[in-house]
Structure formats: structure tokens, C-alpha cells
């Protein structure tokens, strides 16, 4: 009798749970645009709904997806979603010639899988991927959210997406070339924007700021002046000890989550530790950088942001605080060249 009463609970349960889950359905599509990384440098790109990175996907642990995604581009490409598991959907894993053929130029394909892997994931073309993806921008951000948040993410006040990659000026101009092992990527970014293109972090004292943080395509070495990062998730893992650091070195694909507690008022650089990477074509001072600012700290003339055109989402934070769905980014647009879609920014940012 009890084992039976137990089996009902069993039951009611998991009704309970599969009432939960949701049918998410996206459509996205593949666009041949021209991306400005920094002052004076712009990129081809095979962007996703004409943004780099790609539009944020935000579902809860246990949803089913549905992703259907139009090729309006000149070449194949494919979306392997890193980090889903695939359990019973493994034809959804999106490698061509393995699992799939390419989608030509022109088709559509339809990816459907179970958020069945909680944490910070991503998505990215496989075709040719060491230009589709190091150098293309082919990636974006899956985040599927826990049914069960722990007591650590419960203290999360304020959180923010950092995806980090680097880009080669000589193929810049030219679909299909670059890629070689050889070659020198010599621009590099956050979010797709290079020091002063990308904008600061702005935070309150008191803030309980998670950071999820990638390496789509290159190495990065994260360093925030003046706070230390509690690391949290690794490649959206849970860590059974989470540590301290004020570096963090990741290798390409990985994504580390960090927490920090913004007790430290002021205005803070942040930035790749590996040298050349605050550089743009061998210039200083650029590349892969930002600035965490305190509300309430009043900036010196001197300073490069003192009046710049703020833009709250381009960490993505007001995405990650909305109902799941896919979020657009106006501030990721890439533009048109033959349309001059550009879009016009504030005489200061030149
Ligand atoms: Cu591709």
C-alpha cells in the first residue's frame, strides 16, 4: 500500500513538472553584414538576425526548443548548441556531414532539443569554424536557467554577458578566407565592440553582480582591478568549492561564471590580462576592455566615458531580467554596407 501511494506522488510529480515546461519557438536567420569592431575597422560577418553576438536565447531547465534557422547567406552553416545535451535529439546537434548536412545557401533548417543542461551555454555555426567562429562573429548565448536556483544565485542582483573574441584585418574584407594557423588575429573585443566601441558596466555599491563570461573563440585571461571574483560555474557547472581569483585564464569554449561583490565604489578598468589583447592592429589601449563604474562617482574630465551615450543593455543585464524568450540587441546591429544601415552614433565615440 505504501509503495503504491509512493508511485502516485511519483507520478504527480512528474505531471507536475512536465506542466512546467514550455515549447519555446524561435526563428533565426543568417545575413551577410559588415560588423564595425573599433574606430576605423569593420569586418564581414555571418551574423544571427543581423546581430553580433547573436540574440540572446534565455529558457528554463526542461523547456523544449524549437529553432528554425534561414541561410541568407552565400555558404553553408550549421548551429551546434554547445553544452545541450541532445538526450534522444543527438540528429539536433548541428555538425555537418555527421549529424546533418550544411544548410545550403537559401534553406532553412529546424533544430528541436530539451533544455535538458542547466547554466551559461551558447550557440555557434560548425561549418568551418575557424572562420566561421573566430572570425565571422557565428555565436551567441544560450542561458537556461535552473528550476531551482541556489541560495548564491538567489543573492544575484544584477547579472552580465562578456563575450570575448579577436578578429584578422587581412580577411576582414573577404567571405571565405582566414582561418590559417599562421595568421595574426589583430583586433579584439567584448561583445563584439572594442575599447571605447563597447561601454562600461555600470553597478551600484551593495550589488550582487554575476558575471557569465565566454571564450567563444580565443584565450582570455579576465582580470576586474580592485574586487575579487568568487568563480562560481564552469562551463555552466555548478562548482562543489567555488574559489576565489582576481585572473581568470580560459581557453576557447569555455564559460566561467564569477560573482562579485561590489564594495569597492569607484571606477575600475577590466580587462584580458593577455597583453596584446588591449590592442587593436598594435595600438594601445583598446581591444579587449571596459570599465566598471560605481553609481555616484563623479568622473574626471579626462576620463573617455565621462559623457558617453549609455546604452544599459549591451552586458545584456535588462535581457537576462526579462521573461524567457530570444532578445534582439540593437547595440550588437551589424549594418548593410550597399544599404549604409550603419548606425549614426554621437560625435564623441569617432
Ligand atoms: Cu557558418
Redesign the pocket.
Known sequence: MIKHSTSLLLAACLLAGNALAELRQFEMT?DELDLEVAPGFTTKV?AFNGQVPGPLLHVQEGDEVEVTVHNLTS????IHWHGVYQTKSWRSDGVPDVTQLGIEPGDSYTYRFVADRVGSLWYH????VSE??DL?G?WGPLVVRPKKPSALEKRVTKEAILMFSGWNSEVASEYGTGGHPAEVVDYFSINGKSFPLNQPLRVKEGDVVRLRIYAPSIPVAFHPHGHDMLVTHKDGLPLPAPYGADVLAMSPGERYDVIIEMNNPGIWMTHDHIEHHVTNAGKHHTGSMLVIEYEGIEADDFYHWKHIDYKPDFYMSESLAKPFGLHSNEAFNAFDPALERRPQRAAHDH
Open positions: 543568417i555571418w555558404l553553408n552553416h550549421s555555426c560548425h561549418v568551418n566561421h567562429v565571422r557565428m
